[in-house]
């Protein structure tokens, strides 16, 4: 495996590494890598002749100071992982080597994508993904790119930027890995105390508990209002949002909706988890 942490040396290590013509994989994260991210590598690792992971914290995707000073970052631990995880190359640029004029001039406008529902508690978020991730893509050139059904409105934004911006890469989804108590693996998870771990379940059982209101026949009021009661519930918690949309829009669902998606923010503390699940809509009997 090797670490590169310069884009012109990258250019060189990917070149020899594909031997021309190769498939590469990108499996683009922000480091203190967990079981999540490892997925993602095994996927890659499956179908790609070259696997490359990206580890950058990004700060124009932080619209919050304090979570960004907070995020964890570990990555002497990370590369042993990625190593017995079978990647080849890992980049690990500095602030300066990916942003070396400072805050970007140039930013990927995620328009209306923008401000659903993580980018209308973080404004500025999607446009700080969306320009990273086209950076990322501008310099790997990789034929697949591996991205999580845990961050699904990110997966969706992707989506769309590969569409509109022409970039080559084909984009795999790849389903969300949780704790055994349900919890989804997040590198945030890190942060939370003793007490907030045992709760931060509740968000997956909140999603649960929506679902099945939805198989049982509740209307989608209903089955929201469920979950919304259910993280009431749970004083160390405090409720973002729990919507239902449609999962291949994200807007409100509609007659036509053929499969929809549970999503959740919530806080504990400092820490904001997300999580999402979803729901195929089953044909009407005539
Ligand atoms: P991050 O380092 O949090 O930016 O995540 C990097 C990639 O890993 C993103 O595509 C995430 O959606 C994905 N990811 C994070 N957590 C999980 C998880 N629990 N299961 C599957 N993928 C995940």
């Not at 190769?22 to 499996?27: K, Y």
């Not at 509740?218 to 993280?231: N, V």
């Not at 973002?240 to 669902?253: C, F, G, S």
């Amino acid at each position: 495996m090797q670490l590169v942490t310069s884009v012109g040396e990258l250019a060189i290590t990917l070149r020899e590494q594909r031997h021309g013509a190769g498939s590469l994989g990108l499996v683009p994260t922000m480091g203190a890598l967990h079981s999540g991210h490892r997925s993602l590598i095994e996927q890659s690792r499956s179908r790609d002749d070259v696997v490359a992971i990206s580890i950058f914290v990004n700060p124009w995707q932080f619209n919050n100071p304090s979570d960004f000073t907070h995020y964890p970052r570990s990555l002497e631990v990370d590369l042993e992982m990625a190593e017995a995880a079978g990647v080849d190359v890992v980049f690990a640029p500095s602030l300066e080597e990916m942003y070396p004029g400072g805050e970007p001039v140039l930013w990927v406008d995620p328009g209306v994508l923008g401000s659903g529902l993580e980018g209308a508690s973080r404004p500025g978020h999607f446009a700080g993904v969306a320009t990273v991730v086209a950076k990322l893509f501008a310099i790997f050139a990789p034929t697949h790119a591996y991205f999580g059904e845990k961050d699904y409105e990110q997966l969706h934004l992707i989506r769309r930027l590969v569409l509109d911006l022409s970039f080559g890469a084909e984009i795999v989804a790849c389903p969300t890995v949780r704790e055994i108590d349900g919890l989804a693996l997040s590198s945030r998870n890190a942060r939370l105390s003793p007490e907030q771990r045992f709760s931060a379940p509740i968000i997956y059982q909140a999603l649960l508990v929506g679902h099945q209101a939805l198989e049982s026949g509740a209307t989608l009021e209903s089955a929201t209002a469920q979950m919304r009661m259910r993280i009431a519930g749970e004083p160390s918690c405090a409720l973002v949002y729990a919507e239902i949309r449609d999962a291949a829009t994200l807007e409100p669902p509609g007659l036509n909706s053929v499969a929809l998606r549970l999503l959740i923010a919530a806080t504990f503390g400092e820490v904001r988890l997300i999580d999402n699940l979803g729901f195929e809509v089953k044909p009407a009997k005539v």
